[in-house]
């Protein structure tokens, strides 16, 4: 089966792939806010029928959470196993956006048209990539390159609690010769990159209470305890001077860059004053002793994600409130171990607690870091497809995200796993106004039918 | 004019004069909130036609913000201005009432009989207990025994913006021999107070910026300055290690206790451990080396009232945020200068910034602290009068809330002012179910209907 007319058809086709994707964006599948759980199964319900309509054997399976999309096709040689998620971030602050977030649009901009919307590149975006990758061989071909399944989930901006249960329970269905996932971006804008390391994620929610109700601060107000007080002071002594995190023991597991790979990543030449310029920024502001890329590639942080207590709205109001509440997370790497850290962490502010404090945690997800093994010949063949594809040569990248599913893989199913995806820095994920370049879902449907044709030979 | 039969009537008169409080609480005057404007000019309105009802010739005025009430009885004797407020704070948290705040009812407890809804104590049932007063010595002998001014402001919950200007634009008008402040408590179920020291208020709202957008935290995390991190840090630094606030300059002015004072307060024999109690705690939380009641009565403080930053819903959200907010209010003792200790705050941010942080103050208020003048006849006069109503003696005490309007009244109008209330430690003003005592409204109208025969004579 020969590549040219499949990646012509794709080209032929870009109108009508983008309006399915719009399809797609326009269901507002927020997985962490249970008032959208319809949403989600909405999504679930148009992957089914999209990849149905393809020729997989496609069905949404039941979780006690949102649903999973499971998928086969018909094929022969390696099996080859895709993951991608198609639930999204909230919104908030809506205010923000300068369009409806699921009015997705088509948008010129100085730097190209992109598809606007929540979910335009985390993760729909770069799902469907491959969706229209395989839509293409089989319109041309009449049947795919490889055996392919897919596996899309639906809480993965949810901390995935269903994740690891259905791929236990599923395990001898999820097997498969290699993992792809879909879920990273380019380094730069014209070099693709294959991740080969992945930070892992820790989420901590914590809850400080003191008086048990909210006083009036004239008449308690240097008497009684202010909960937010201990609590910022807490958040405070998280960090050093140096920029170092403080949590006894969190530095275990923690390995120096290789000097191969500190090597080639010098060689990327990264500019950290663009990197951080983009946002408004101009100083890496991690450990002192550090290069911007190891801080967001293969150093561990630490981030408070929320804080709320007392007052918050228009005007003020003299009140001391009975509790202040923080959401804290841990980017992890090498073999940090992420329940070690959560009980060194929990003791740590335990023991900062003064009296008449209590504190109340409530986890969100624990995961290790990943390491991808290079040595399977996939690797190099996926990065010379890409090479193909784009005008710069394929690179192996960190990546500061953590993308759990990666280790599920390897741990539940000892299956590797490749990440390769088409997102920009500027995409916005997570914030308002996310986008999508449209030469990224181009490119990116392009270089899954260069991979297909690479792996299968 | 005799008392006595002013005394009958008020007891006779109390299911009535419940019910018209009952009307004004229900009237939802939040004026922190501009969506309760309308409900502002309600509860004056509603006023006025009260005060014109038993004689007064009463007035709704007009300011930038909400109404004033101001209101003139006929009567031979001293001038006497009375002050209230008909504004009441925020209901939030509204789940924490076990009624509609302004569904306000008399409940059964196990302390006696309370009226509960918002304002019930602050200050909405407080000056009707003067208003009521007025109604019997009118009823009973057809006039009050005094020449007698009302003054009700409709800002006091949300800093008081238009009352400068008002009282200079009407200094004449306002000008009286004593101010009678109704907006304070009782010391204990037993003893009546007077107030002779009040602390002033500063309050002081604080937005950090970083990032010119919101972040993915696995994106950016590490290399990115997280705002929320730097305004904990911050807030952390307000007070050192033995409760001491460190902005430079802060205690500049900063009397000690007078020891007759200090003799005074500690023959009151102040149960700390049970006023903490009440609320859950069992320390004082402040300067290591000062008692409970200075810290509440006597002593500067320095309160965050509100947090706020990120993302704060259900679940988790990776999101490095841009901005991170704080409201922060200082209690002002002695001859504190809010404005320069604002200017040394400010400094004191300004200067604990790291690169590329930005913060934007917006100041809430600020006023001193008051020291009335006890030499004054009218201040014995008024604490025989209490004594006679209470089983325990009145006595002279220090107020941890700040109400402005004392100081106001000295600066702007060269009045002394007499504060005098009967609202309890557990009436729960601006938290979830405000109540006032069915016996601090009773006996309360009763010790106004004894001051003003005191005052009269």
């Given at each position: 089966?020969?590549?040219?007319?499949?990646?012509?058809?794709?080209?032929?086709?870009?109108?009508?792939?983008?309006?399915?994707?719009?399809?797609?964006?326009?269901?507002?599948?927020?997985?962490?806010?249970?008032?959208?759980?319809?949403?989600?199964?909405?999504?679930?319900?148009?992957?089914?029928?999209?990849?149905?309509?393809?020729?997989?054997?496609?069905?949404?399976?039941?979780?006690?959470?949102?649903?999973?999309?499971?998928?086969?096709?018909?094929?022969?040689?390696?099996?080859?196993?895709?993951?991608?998620?198609?639930?999204?971030?909230?919104?908030?602050?809506?205010?923000?956006?300068?369009?409806?977030?699921?009015?997705?649009?088509?948008?010129?901009?100085?730097?190209?048209?992109?598809?606007?919307?929540?979910?335009?590149?985390?993760?729909?975006?770069?799902?469907?990539?491959?969706?229209?990758?395989?839509?293409?061989?089989?319109?041309?071909?009449?049947?795919?390159?490889?055996?392919?399944?897919?596996?899309?989930?639906?809480?993965?901006?949810?901390?995935?609690?269903?994740?690891?249960?259905?791929?236990?329970?599923?395990?001898?269905?999820?097997?498969?010769?290699?993992?792809?996932?879909?879920?990273?971006?380019?380094?730069?804008?014209?070099?693709?990159?294959?991740?080969?390391?992945?930070?892992?994620?820790?989420?901590?929610e914590l809850t400080i209470t003191g008086p048990s109700k909210d006083l009036h601060s004239g008449m308690y107000g240097g008497a009684a305890i202010n909960?937010?007080?201990?609590?910022?002071?807490?958040?405070?002594?998280?960090?050093?001077?140096?920029?170092?995190?403080?949590?006894?023991?969190?530095?275990?597991?923690?390995?120096?860059?290789?000097?191969?790979?500190?090597?080639?990543?010098?060689?990327?030449?990264?500019?950290?004053?663009?990197?951080?310029?983009?946002?408004?920024?101009?100083?890496?502001?991690?450990?002192?002793?550090?290069?911007?890329?190891?801080?967001i590639w293969s150093r561990p942080t630490c981030e408070v994600n929320g804080i709320w207590g007392g007052y918050t709205g228009d005007g003020f109001k003299?009140?001391?409130?009975?509790?202040?509440?923080?959401?804290?997370?841990?980017?992890?790497?090498?073999?940090?171990?992420?329940?070690?850290?959560?009980?060194?962490?929990?003791?740590?502010?335990?023991?900062?607690?003064?009296?008449?404090?209590?504190?109340?945690?409530?986890?969100?997800?624990?995961?290790?870091?990943?390491?991808?093994?290079?040595?399977?010949?996939?690797?190099?063949?996926?990065?010379?497809?890409?090479?193909?594809?784009?005008?710069?040569?394929?690179?192996?990248?960190?990546?500061?995200?953590?993308?759990?599913?990666?280790?599920?893989?390897?741990?539940?199913?000892?299956?590797?796993?490749?990440?390769?995806?088409?997102?920009?820095?500027?995409?916005?994920?997570?914030?308002?106004n996310e986008k999508y370049d449209l030469e990224s879902f181009h490119k990116g449907i392009r270089s899954w039918a260069r991979i297909l044709a690479a792996?299968?030979?």
């Amino acid at each position: 089966m020969t590549l040219d007319p499949v990646l012509a058809r794709i080209d032929a086709d870009l109108p009508q792939a983008t309006e399915r994707l719009m399809q797609l964006l326009r269901i507002p599948s927020i997985s962490t806010d249970p008032a959208y759980a319809a949403d989600c199964e909405r999504a679930a319900d148009w992957l089914v029928e999209a990849l149905n309509d393809i020729g997989f054997d496609a069905s949404k399976r039941p979780t006690p959470g949102h649903p999973m999309v499971v998928a086969h096709g018909q094929g022969e040689g390696p099996h080859l196993m895709f993951y991608g998620h198609y639930d999204v971030q909230p919104v908030d602050p809506l205010a923000l956006w300068h369009r409806d977030p699921f009015e997705p649009a088509i948008e010129e901009t100085p730097r190209g048209k992109v598809i606007r919307g929540r979910g335009a590149s985390d993760d729909k975006g770069q799902l469907m990539t491959l969706v229209e990758a395989c839509r293409a061989w089989k319109a041309v071909h009449g049947a795919l390159p490889a055996r392919i399944s897919v596996f899309f989930e639906g809480e993965e901006e949810s901390g995935s609690p269903s994740l690891i249960p259905f791929m236990k329970e599923n395990a001898d269905e999820l097997k498969s010769d290699i993992a792809l996932i879909c879920d990273t971006g380019l380094f730069g804008d014209s070099t693709p990159a294959i991740v080969t390391m992945l930070r892992g994620l820790l989420g901590e929610e914590l809850t400080i209470t003191g008086p048990s109700k909210d006083l009036h601060s004239g008449m308690y107000g240097g008497a009684a305890i202010n909960p937010i007080r201990v609590l910022t002071r807490i958040i405070a002594a998280l960090h050093d001077d140096q920029g170092r995190i403080t949590i006894p023991g969190f530095y275990d597991g923690v390995p120096e860059l290789p000097e191969e790979i500190a090597a080639q990543w010098q060689a990327l030449g990264f500019d950290a004053k663009a990197f951080l310029g983009e946002v408004g920024l101009s100083e890496p502001a991690g450990e002192r002793d550090r290069t911007a890329l190891e801080m967001i590639w293969s150093r561990p942080t630490c981030e408070v994600n929320g804080i709320w207590g007392g007052y918050t709205g228009d005007g003020f109001k003299t009140v001391l409130p009975s509790q202040a509440h923080a959401k804290i997370s841990f980017r992890l790497v090498g073999r940090q171990d992420p329940f070690a850290i959560r009980e060194n962490f929990r003791a740590m502010v335990r023991g900062m607690l003064p009296p008449d404090c209590e504190v109340e945690f409530h986890g969100h997800g624990a995961s290790q870091a990943s390491q991808m093994s290079i040595a399977d010949p996939a690797f190099e063949k996926a990065r010379a497809a890409l090479s193909d594809e784009w005008p710069n040569p394929a690179a192996y990248v960190g990546c500061g995200g953590s993308i759990p599913i990666a280790g599920h893989f390897k741990k539940i199913l000892g299956t590797d796993a490749m990440l390769i995806g088409f997102g920009k820095d500027d995409d916005q994920i997570h914030s308002p106004n996310e986008k999508y370049d449209l030469e990224s879902f181009h490119k990116g449907i392009r270089s899954w039918a260069r991979i297909l044709a690479a792996l299968s030979e």
